[in-house]
T-cell receptor, first 114, second 109 residues
């Protein structure tokens, strides 16, 4: 069966510090991978998606970046965090063609920037 | 622009029935999803509608009318554990998910 894990679950970071969130998927190959951010009372905002190794599409301009060094690994990074980067970050995957009609989410990472 | 509208919050009584509505305006349509999200947790899949009509899955049912740009999620025999946010999302013509802000459902004894 397929599983998705992301970490860390919770982190508190000062403004200007770097960030690295990691996500891995097991039990499938060639997944589409996504990073979402959810602010309180807001819908899910797509940050990045990837259809393959080294292929990253960015949906919104920001000081965040993403990388996919391996087929089932997706990393969200920042060199210098802003207060506005606080939120609930979710990694997700779906199969190559979205055939199942379902997006599978990791456990989420709650980031607080002080 | 693309838009998904759903009520911000609803309250219902344990054992009752509640209907959560969702209207959408998107660039194309390749399906509509409902997800459940408990506080502090990730969303989990509830239903997927791509054709008009009602899809029933246990206590939960989801309805779609593509001509009206409208869907609803029907929850029957409400339980306290159903207290959560319910997210409506539409898959557009580019196969990108457009998300609503979610409806927070509060269940009272």
């Amino acid at each position: 069966s397929q599983t998705i894990h992301q970490w860390p679950a919770t982190l508190v970071q000062p403004v200007g510090s770097p960030l690295s969130l990691e996500c891995t998927v097991e039990g499938t190959s060639n997944p589409n991978l996504y990073w979402y951010r959810q602010a309180a009372g807001r819908g899910l905002q797509l940050l990045f998606y990837s259809v393959g190794i080294g292929q990253i599409s960015s949906e919104v301009p920001q000081n965040l970046s993403a990388s996919r060094p391996q087929d089932r690994q997706f990393i969200l990074s920042s060199k210098k965090l802003l207060l506005s980067d606080s939120g609930f970050y979710l990694c997700a995957w779906t199969d190559e063609g979205f055939h199942t009609g379902e997006l599978f989410f990791g456990e989420g990472s709650r980031l607080t920037v002080l | 622009g693309q838009n998904i509208d759903q009520p911000t919050e609803m309250t219902a009584t344990e054992g009752a029935i509640v209907q959560i509505n969702c209207t959408y305006q998107t660039s194309g349509f390749n399906g509509l999803f409902w997800y459940q999200q408990h506080a502090g947790e990730a969303p989990t899949f509830l239903s997927y509608n791509v054709l008009d009509g009602l899809e029933e899955k246990g206590r939960f049912s989801s309805f779609l009318s593509r001509s009206k740009g409208y869907s609803y999620l029907l929850l029957k025999e409400l339980q306290m554990k159903d207290s959560a946010s319910y997210l409506c999302a539409v898959l557009d013509s580019n196969y990108q998910l457009i998300w609503g802000a979610g409806t927070k459902l509060i269940i009272k004894p």
